[in-house]
């Protein structure tokens, strides 16, 4: 990186930083991404291959930066989603069969296989995929604390908990 291309960011950053920050606070509502994608920002204007193109550094970080945030917000829109077609219809009721008071040997066997699906589907993922899945589903942490805990940002462990849904979909069949 050149002299003059560090000098542009250090000032970016000490003049802008918290700024920038705030901006994007306002848009993702979490001060833990926006902190994550103002990073990202400042990597995207530091990978422009000649600084001196621009005629306003500080405006193309934050417009680099608000494209992030929808970026992200269109991501776990799309997420939400893909969840909410997985839940029954609201306003339905479940029938005996769904709370398991039918014991038939049918659906026991049923009920085993989808299991075994299910636990092929884990193995197939990639580590840190199954990691993220199994830290929002059987310890509940938000996608935020998963992202700390594992040292990810927080698109990375959407990205990841999406593939283990659909890999778990296609496993089982779409079965729910």
């Known amino acids: 990186m050149s002299k003059a291309r560090k000098t542009l960011l250090e000032s970016l950053f000490a003049d802008h930083g918290q ?18 994608i103002a990073q990202n920002a400042y990597l ?16 193309y970080l934050f417009q680099i930066a608000n494209n992030l945030a929808v970026d992200q917000l269109r991501r776990g829109k799309l997420h939400i989603d893909y969840v909410s077609q997985q839940l029954p219809p609201e306003g339905s009721t479940p029938t005996d069969d769904e709370y398991g008071f039918d014991q038939s040997p049918e659906r026991v066997l049923a009920a085993r296989q989808q299991l075994q699906a299910i636990h092929q589907a884990m193995d197939s993922l990639p580590l ?33 908990i999406l593939q283990a849904l659909k890999v778990c979909r296609q496993k089982t069949g779409g079965i729910r």
């Open 19 to 36: 700024a920038l920050v705030r901006f994007v606070t306002r848009i993702v509502r979490s001060t833990e991404d926006a902190e994550d």
């Open 44 to 59: 995207r204007l530091q990978k422009l291959s000649d600084e001196k193109d621009l005629d306003n550094p500080r405006a």
């Open 128 to 160: 840190k995929c199954r990691q993220a899945f199994l830290l929002h589903r059987n310890r509940g942490l938000s996608y935020s604390d998963i992202a700390q805990e594992m040292n990810i940002s927080v698109s990375s462990v959407e990205k990841y």
